[in-house]
């Protein structure tokens, strides 16, 4: 008999440790955190540079534990209707801000907005930092021009596109002080006609390299061969003999690094800036036929090193 309970009480201390240890084991696993990117059918695929990038950055975080983030696809004109349908099925909902505006119908679900200068409690807002972009072209520019006259074709006026003058601004003048910068909006993003025509403008009054942040500044440039800087993506194949650079907007690396920060730190909700110091910028000589001198690259790379570390900002300048 006592063989019996001594059996007993080993099987039932046994028993006890392996309960204790499962819930030990399970109160220590970290809690998955789920995010649900919005986006049109199809415009992941290549078709939009844009939401392909986005798309490529969030898929990407599944590599991280703890982290579960899908691509919520709607149809066309149907975003609204998708927003409200999967309200409260993720911890967190990506969308880009211009495509969604009624995040303050849902307090209590939280978002991360891209392109985005949203204050609200609930919402995380992500902007590519469009003034250090700006110095950088105006650096390159600086650098480059014969005529010390250089100029900027924007799209429409609103804060995002005075971030890329006023940097551009900047950057030109810490190069040279007296150097004459030309600008102009177009007033639309898409209109390459206007955009061609300005720049054409620009070229005209002497400016002998434009940097292009809006659409047609490059058909311009390869039209009448003069040199211009690219925007968002890498332009330089378009008119290797006519683009010298473009600052690339990484908005995958933008994307993806909010999302480990959100799962690291805990959901802030603030306007965050991506920059050089995280990848989201590059100035991408890659595929341009250009000549660029290396003391123009060595300036622009001790440019950019002080915007990485933050001795050249926004809020210094």
């Keep these: ?57 969030a898929k990407r975080t599944n590599s991280v534990q703890g982290i579960h983030t899908e691509v919520v696809y709607f149809e ?6 998708k927003h409200k349908e999967v309200v409260g099925d993720y911890d967190y909902i990506i969308s880009v801000m211009s495509n969604l505006d009624n995040t303050e119908n849902y307090p209590e679900q939280k978002y991360v907005l891209v392109e985005s200068d949203l204050e609200a409690p609930n919402v995380l807002s992500l902007m590519v930092d469009n003034w250090q972009a700006g110095y950088s072209a ?24 005075e971030d890329f003058l006023n940097g551009y601004l900047s950057g030109a003048k810490s190069v040279r002080s007296d150097i004459n910068v030309i600008h102009n909006y ?37 039209e009448v061969n003069k040199l211009v800087i690219g925007i968002d993506v890498n332009q330089n194949g378009i008119a290797p003999n006519c683009v010298v650079a473009s600052i690339v907007k990484h908005s995958d690396v933008m994307l993806e690094s909010a999302i480990q920060d959100v799962k690291k730190n ?4 603030q306007v965050s800036y991506y920059g050089f110091e995280n990848g989201t910028i590059e100035v991408d000589f890659d595929g341009s036929a250009v000549p660029v001198s290396d003391s123009v690259k060595a300036s622009l790379e001790d440019a950019i090193n002080k915007l990485k570390s933050g001795e050249v900002s926004k809020s210094k300048n």
């Design 138 to 161: 105006g650096v390159l520019a600086a650098g480059i021009s014969e005529t010390n006259t250089i100029g900027i074709v924007l799209g429409k006026q609103v804060a995002t596109q």
């Design 1 to 57: 008999m006592f063989k019996f309970f001594s059996r007993m009480s080993k099987v039932i201390s046994i028993t006890l440790a392996s309960v204790i240890i499962s819930f030990g084991l399970t109160a220590c696993q970290e809690k998955e955190i789920t995010f649900g990117l919005l986006c049109g059918k199809g415009l992941d695929d290549g078709t939009n540079t844009f939401m392909t990038l986005l798309s490529q950055g």
């Design 76 to 81: 066309n004109e149907m975003l609204m209707e």
């Design 266 to 269: 805990g959901f802030k909700p």
């Design 186 to 222: 177009t007033n639309s993003w898409t209109d390459v006609e206007i955009g061609k025509n300005i720049a054409l403008s620009q070229y005209s009054q002497g400016a002998d390299i434009l940097f292009s942040v809006a659409a047609g500044v490059v058909n311009a440039a390869a």
